[in-house]
């Protein structure tokens, strides 16, 4: 049969391709957004501490994720994005580049929707971490350097005929900032009775970059008045690209922080939704770890405690200026994943950190309100 007005073949009205087949696609999205409901509102802590005057402490407490850090979400997230646009289906290998977390709770979801998965490491990724990623039925693929996940990543995801999940490009895109109970909208929601419910400050570090652009861009589309500081930690490329404005800038060595700290700016860092950014020494994140580990009578991860460094640093900032409100950031993961480095004496000999007068800094701070700038090494 021909067309009557183009006289070119019609299309057969028997034998339609067979509708591409929707039933993974609606199971699958079932079961994630099941977890989502039994895992979103994670607690808002609040901590006392008699030192500071004025100001009240927030942190929202990611560690209690099913997978034990902040990187629940974002999985949950890229996997939805990647199903929802069609990369993802049943029996699709999924690949990705890590420090560690993220592999983790992907490891988790890909079990949850029978899925190969693979994650790509840097050989010093703690032994925790590894174990966690095999149990829930993952593969770990080493390399070097953390400089070498990207592209091993991508090749062993071409050679599978897989999805790359690609966290450090699509942090930024997979989470609705807009809201759908992102981190940000949870937090301003747990907020609300409270004395201050709109913090001065969010405080937060970057690893993907994706939560600081979560956080940032919501301040924005609700009109808060937020601001949030980015902190970053030694070995690490974002501080420089803040400050000068180059996004082609590197570091060398890899971060010690597990989490945070990039060789390169990750595409996922969204640099003008940040309001402020400070650098730390290593030696302050991990005392400051110690310190809010001893308070909470539970230990945090590293980058939690950089986190809480930048958090004192501009509680001080605030009580110096005679400024009262409230400050929030985030315990990321928990201290049970790193107890043979942060917590093992050795370890920080052996990489020649010295917490000591950090800690007697954050205590002093945490119980007078005096907070010791000269102590420090210079952060800006
Ligand atoms: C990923 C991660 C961060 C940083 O979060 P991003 O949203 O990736 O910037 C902080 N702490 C830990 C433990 C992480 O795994």
Known sequence: MTSPNTGLPCPPLTGLQACS???WVKRAIGILQGDGRRSADTHLVNPVFRGLKGISIYLKDESTHPTGSLKHRLARSLFLYGICNG???????????????????????????DLPFI?????????????????????????????????????????????????????????????NNNIAESIFDQMRGEAHPVPRWVVMSAGT????????????YRD????????????????????????????????????????????????????????????????????????????????SGTNFFGLCWIAANMMKAGEEGSLVSLICDSGDRYTSTYYNPDWLKQNDIDIAPYVALTETFLDTGEFRLDALRPIA
């Not at 699709?92 to 992907?106: H, N, R």
């Not at 039925?137 to 990543?153: K, N, Q």
């Open 224 to 303: 808060f008045d937020t601001r949030l500081c980015v902190v970053d930690v030694e070995h690490s490329a974002f501080y420089e690209a803040y400050t000068t404005g180059n996004p082609g800038a590197t570091c060398a060595h890899p971060s010690r922080i597990e989490g945070i700290g990039r060789p390169r700016v990750e595409p996922s860092f969204i640099p003008g939704v940040v309001d402020h950014m400070i650098k730390v020494p290593d030696a302050a994140s991990i005392a400051a770890m110690h310190v809010l580990s001893d308070r909470l009578f539970r230990r945090v991860g590293g980058s």
């Open 209 to 220: 970059g994706g939560t600081s652009a979560t956080i940032g861009r919501y301040i924005r």
């Open 87 to 113: 990369r993802i289906q049943q029996g699709t290998t999924l690949v990705e580049a890590s420090s560690g977390s993220t592999a983790v709770s992907e490891s988790y979801f890909a079990h949850l929707l």
């Open 119 to 179: 994650a790509v490491m840097p050989k010093s990724t703690s032994r925790q971490k590894i174990e966690a990623i095999e149990r829930f039925g993952g593969r770990c693929h080493f390399v070097e350097s953390p400089r070498e996940v990207y592209e091993v990543a991508a090749r062993l995801a071409a050679e599978t005929g897989g999805y790359y999940l690609d966290q450090f490009t699509f942090a930024e895109r997979a989470t609705d900032w807009r809201g």
């Open 21 to 23: 087949d929707h039933t």
